[in-house]
């Protein structure tokens, strides 16, 4: 495991969570070497009942573009973080999955007591429609 970085990454989209190394960060980016965490996989491979896309392609494309929650202690002294992956390309490094960057954003102060207690989905659900992203500006429709 390479241990070239600032620290510790952990990320949870709503259907994966993943564990890794954060490389960088500066302002509201970050990059982080990932994998994804299956606390209930058998070493034999996926769970039964689930497919599991063997492409790497198809699991980028799972992971591109979505809003999560993250959290580093290099980051703001590890406070949860509403992140959204940006870009993602297969990591060069073996016990790695994928090599990703992206957004984030500190989840304000006024939202962990009710996310506290949400289970994960709903906790997912409550950070889409509450998100403390900045708005972006609406476009104007002439004609």
Not at 33 to 39: A, D, E, I, K, Q
Not at 95 to 110: H, I, K, Q, R, S
Request: a positive charge; aromatic letters at 8%; proline letters at 5%.
């Amino acid at each position: 495991m390479s241990k070239r970085g600032v620290g510790v990454f952990w990320l949870w989209t709503g259907e994966n969570e993943y564990e890794g190394w954060l490389l960088s960060h500066r302002e509201n980016r970050l990059t982080a070497r990932v994998r994804r965490l299956n606390r209930w996989t058998p070493d034999t491979g996926a769970s039964p009942g689930n497919a599991v896309p063997l492409d790497v392609m198809e699991r980028a494309r799972g992971l591109s573009r979505r809003l999560g929650l993250g959290q580093s202690p290099a980051i703001e002294s590890g406070a949860l973080l509403e992140f959204r992956v940006v870009t993602l390309q297969p990591s060069s490094v073996a016990n790695y999955d994928f090599v990703l960057t992206g957004t984030f954003v500190m989840v304000a102060d006024e939202h962990l007591e009710a996310l506290s207690r949400l289970n994960s989905n709903e906790a997912l659900r409550y950070l889409q429609a509450k998100s403390t992203r900045p708005q972006a500006p609406q476009r104007l429709q002439i004609g």
